[in-house]
Each structure stands twice: as C-alpha cells, then as structure tokens.
C-alpha cells in the first residue's frame, strides 16, 4: 500500500514552504475583483493587500505577507455573535433562525417575506441583525460586553471596534434597515431598530489581522476549548454545529462553490477577510480586499483552493 509522502504528513506539513509556492504560481494573475465600496471607508483600503496567517492546534504559526495589519472583520464577526448568543439562548435560538443555506447574497430581502420573517441562517444580513436583537436583550451593555467576549476568545485585550468605518456604514446603511424593518414588522425583532442596528454595525467593524483572527478562531479547530487557556467557550455540540453552519452558509450564494474547492468550513466578511477551520489541525485567516461578485475575497478563494489541493487534506 502507498505510504504517505512526508510533505503530505499532518506531522510533517512545510506550511511555509507550501504558502511561497502558492504565492510562486499566483503572483502574476491578473488583480481579480473590486474592494467593497458601499460602505465607503472600505473603498479606501488599498487592494492589492495581501496576507495569510495559519495557527495550528499545537500553537505552531505560519504567515505571509500584510498578515500583521489590521483590516475589517466584517461579517466574519457574525460567527463570534453567534456563538455569544447561542451560548445565551441554547437552542431555543433556532425558532428565530434557520440553518439551511440561502442561495442568495448577503443582503438580499427575497426570502424574507415568503419566510414571515426569519431569515435562512444566521451568518446572512438578516440573520445577523437577528443574532443582534437576541444580544441586545440578554446584555445591559451590548457592545462593551460583546467586546470582552471577543477580547477573551482572542486572547488579546487589544481588539477594538473601529469607529469610522461603523459610522460610515451607517451613513449607507438603506439595505439592512429594510431588512430589519421587514423583519421588524413580523415580530422577529424585539428591540429598537436603531438601537440593533448600531450595535450589528459596531461588531462588522471590529478590526483584526490575519494573526489575531486565526488565533481567535483556533477555538472552533479544537472543538470549543481555547488551545491557550483551556477555557470552554463552547460545547463540543455547539463548536460542531457552528463548524457546520459555517460549511453551509459561510459564503451566501458561493457556499457550495467553495465547499467544492476548499473543503473547509469558513466565513468570509466584505473587509477581504476569509477565516477557515480544519478541524484538529489548524485555523487560517486570509485577508485580500479584491471581492468578487458573490462579495468574497478572490485571492483569498484561490489561494485556500491551492492550499487543500496541494496539501491533499480537507474534511473531505
Ligand atoms: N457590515 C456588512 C453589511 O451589513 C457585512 C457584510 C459582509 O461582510 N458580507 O453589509
């Protein structure tokens, strides 16, 4: 029988060497895509931005290029919302949000009426701002303490909102007003709107490099307890169904498209940001602001596909 070859062990994977490959045989590409620039601060980020960081389970660390500068999560923080609040509310969450992939972009209003209201997943706008409602009502103060949630699961008391780039989403924000109205008017939305829609657009804001982003998802690669501190920050059925959620939804209408190339359960964000989990292997985040039209990052896509090929693991 075939024996692995050793740069294919787990044991043995060169990530490093693997990453300057990838770079080798993408470098010259044509630039694929557009920064997001509906939210206009975001349109300022320089595109050509670039940078990986992959933390193992064992605390080994691998970077390339900009991996030590700060972007926006964005939607990425979507899954940390959700493990807060489902952390709260256990499985009754499920009555205010499904679980089944959209097939549509992350905005969009389509579903929403013929579904009374709850949104598919929780990782699409609507589902977010739902999330949002439910920690509005379990905290007395929201974003100070959604904020120490995301400092202890990060293990780095430095992570912050960014302000400026909150505000100017705001100064925009027409579609996800729409969409919590709607679903306001359904009942799925329990508190003031503006006061939902203020702190959803704070936690999109926070900011990370693709160092801190992978050490802050690490959690979910090593079933729900912190590699660090041994801290449980959720149930290994908890830790499993977000993994899955991520699978599923992590990427709109593009979920099954990177299934199919990837192979790992993964969030992408409009800020470039692309965070991926191999389950008791490693946590990789990946940061390049060029978006395709699904609203993904391009070179983020490509280089994960390369990486999953070349290193012949995914969960599949
Ligand atoms: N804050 C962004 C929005 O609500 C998040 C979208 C994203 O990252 N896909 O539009």
């Given at each position: 029988m075939a024996t692995l070859a050793p740069a294919f062990s787990p044991k043995h994977m060169d990530y490093q060497r693997i990453f300057e490959e990838i770079n080798?045989?993408?470098?010259?590409?044509?630039?694929?895509?557009?920064?997001?620039?509906?939210?206009?601060?975001?349109?300022?980020?320089?595109?050509?931005?670039?940078?990986?960081?992959?933390?193992?389970?064992?605390?080994?660390?691998?970077?390339?290029?900009?991996?030590?500068?700060?972007?926006?999560?964005?939607?990425?923080?979507?899954?940390?919302?959700?493990?807060?609040?489902?952390?709260?509310?256990?499985?009754?969450?499920?009555?205010?949000?499904?679980?089944?992939?959209?097939?549509?972009?992350?905005?969009?209003?389509?579903?929403?009426?013929?579904?009374?209201?709850?949104?598919?997943?929780?990782?699409?706008?609507?589902?977010?701002?739902?999330?949002?409602?439910?920690?509005?009502?379990?905290?007395?103060?929201?974003?100070?303490?959604?904020?120490?949630?995301?400092?202890?699961?990060?293990?780095n008391n430095e992570i912050d909102y960014c302000t400026r780039i909150a505000e100017s989403e705001k100064s925009m924000g027409y579609r996800n007003a729409a969409l919590i109205n709607l679903m306001k008017s359904f009942g799925n939305i329990k508190n003031d709107i503006d006061v939902v829609m203020d702190f959803y657009f704070n936690l999109c804001s926070i900011e990370m490099t693709c160092k801190e982003l992978s050490r802050t998802f690490l959690f979910l690669a090593t079933y729900g307890i912190c590699p660090e501190t041994k801290q449980t920050i959720l149930s290994v059925s908890k830790a499993k169904r977000i993994n899955a959620i991520m699978q599923l939804c992590g990427f709109y209408d593009e979920a099954g498209e990177f299934s199919f190339?990837?192979?790992?359960?993964?969030?992408?964000?409009?800020?470039?940001?692309?965070?991926?989990?191999?389950?008791?292997?490693?946590?990789?985040?990946?940061?390049?602001?060029?978006?395709?039209?699904?609203?993904?990052?391009?070179?983020?896509?490509?280089?994960?596909?390369?990486?999953?090929?070349?290193?012949?693991?995914?969960?599949?």
């Amino acid at each position: 029988m075939a024996t692995l070859a050793p740069a294919f062990s787990p044991k043995h994977m060169d990530y490093q060497r693997i990453f300057e490959e990838i770079n080798e045989e993408i470098k010259n590409d044509a630039p694929c895509g557009e920064v997001a620039s509906y939210i206009p601060e975001l349109g300022r980020v320089d595109p050509n931005k670039f940078g990986v960081h992959l933390t193992t389970v064992n605390g080994e660390h691998y970077s390339f290029g900009d991996s030590d500068e700060k972007f926006s999560i964005q939607s990425i923080a979507k899954v940390l919302s959700l493990a807060m609040a489902y952390n709260m509310e256990g499985e009754a969450l499920w009555e205010r949000v499904g679980v089944e992939p959209s097939g549509t972009p992350f905005n969009s209003l389509v579903q929403l009426e013929y579904d009374m209201g709850i949104p598919r997943n929780p990782f699409s706008n609507a589902g977010a701002l739902v999330i949002a409602d439910i920690l509005v009502s379990h905290l007395a103060n929201p974003k100070e303490e959604f904020i120490r949630f995301v400092r202890e699961v990060s293990g780095n008391n430095e992570i912050d909102y960014c302000t400026r780039i909150a505000e100017s989403e705001k100064s925009m924000g027409y579609r996800n007003a729409a969409l919590i109205n709607l679903m306001k008017s359904f009942g799925n939305i329990k508190n003031d709107i503006d006061v939902v829609m203020d702190f959803y657009f704070n936690l999109c804001s926070i900011e990370m490099t693709c160092k801190e982003l992978s050490r802050t998802f690490l959690f979910l690669a090593t079933y729900g307890i912190c590699p660090e501190t041994k801290q449980t920050i959720l149930s290994v059925s908890k830790a499993k169904r977000i993994n899955a959620i991520m699978q599923l939804c992590g990427f709109y209408d593009e979920a099954g498209e990177f299934s199919f190339k990837v192979g790992l359960p993964g969030k992408s964000g409009v800020g470039g940001g692309i965070v991926a989990i191999y389950p008791n292997k490693y946590s990789i985040a990946l940061w390049s602001p060029r978006l395709n039209k699904k609203g993904n990052s391009s070179k983020g896509i490509k280089f994960l596909e390369l990486l999953t090929t070349k290193t012949q693991a995914s969960i599949f």
